[in-house]
């Protein structure tokens, strides 16, 4: 069974710090991964996408993969109160659909 | 509209009543799904529907119906819940290989089954 495993946290970070996010998957065949931000009682909202190793940047957010590793990760800089929310790391199997880790609950404190 | 839209927003609803959850996408996307999110548990996958045509479905309960009568609308009809089906309900819908792009999710319908 795929598997997609996060820290639940919370995550508590200062404002203005670095908050990094992490995920492992259990599915070598795994081919694209995302980041969601969902904030409390809303649907997710995708901030990342990423499919070769390395990293990506947009903005304040730079996600990160590493195949040979199964793992995944998502910084974000300069963190906002408006960036407290939890963090849904999604993997994509072309044949299986998104498969969703439970999200880690991140908290940035003024 | 844009985006993907869910109605109705909230249901509570009996354990012998029947109802519906409609979803429609305004995206020109040809791939839709049902996730079902509970608390503590990731969002699990329940049905997709490709072309119109389903493709998956998970093992779920067969009080769940899904009908997909065009690329732009899905159902979810729900007939004898069970309490342990009190969820978030969300839609989402994607190209049909969503490596690059995703899914966009809907709003949801908080579902409480009394």
């Known amino acids: 069974q795929k598997e997609v495993e996060q820290n639940s946290g919370p995550l508590s970070v200062p404002e203005g710090a670095i908050a990094s996010l992490n995920c492992t998957y259990s599915?070598?065949?795994?081919?694209?991964f995302f980041w969601y931000r969902q904030y409390s009682g809303k649907s997710p909202e995708l901030i990342m996408s990423i499919y070769s190793n390395g990293d990506k940047e947009d903005g304040r957010f730079t996600a990160q993969l590493n195949k040979a590793s199964q793992y995944v990760s998502l910084l974000i800089r300069d963190s906002q109160p408006s960036d407290s929310a939890t963090y849904l790391c999604a993997v994509l199997e072309r044949a299986d659909g998104l498969t969703f880790g439970k999200g880690t609950h991140l908290i940035i404190q003024p | 509209e844009t985006g993907v839209t869910q109605t109705p927003r909230h249901l509570v609803m009996g354990m012998t009543n029947k109802k519906s959850l409609k979803c429609e996408q305004h995206l020109g996307h040809n791939a839709m799904y049902w996730y079902k999110q509970s608390a503590k548990k990731p969002l699990e996958l329940m049905f997709v529907?490709?072309?119109?045509?389903?493709?998956e479905n998970n093992s779920v309960p067969n009080r769940f119906s899904p009908e997909c009568p065009n690329s732009s609308h899905l159902f979810l009809h729900l007939h004898t819940l069970q309490p342990e089906d009190s969820a978030l309900y969300l839609c989402?819908?994607?190209?049909?290989?969503?490596?690059?792009?995703?899914?966009?999710f809907g709003s949801g319908t908080r579902l409480t089954v009394v």
């Open positions: 529907y490709s072309l119109e045509e389903r493709v």
């Open positions: 989402a819908s994607s190209q049909e290989f969503a490596e690059y792009y995703g899914y966009t």
């Open positions: 599915d070598r065949g795994s081919q694209s």
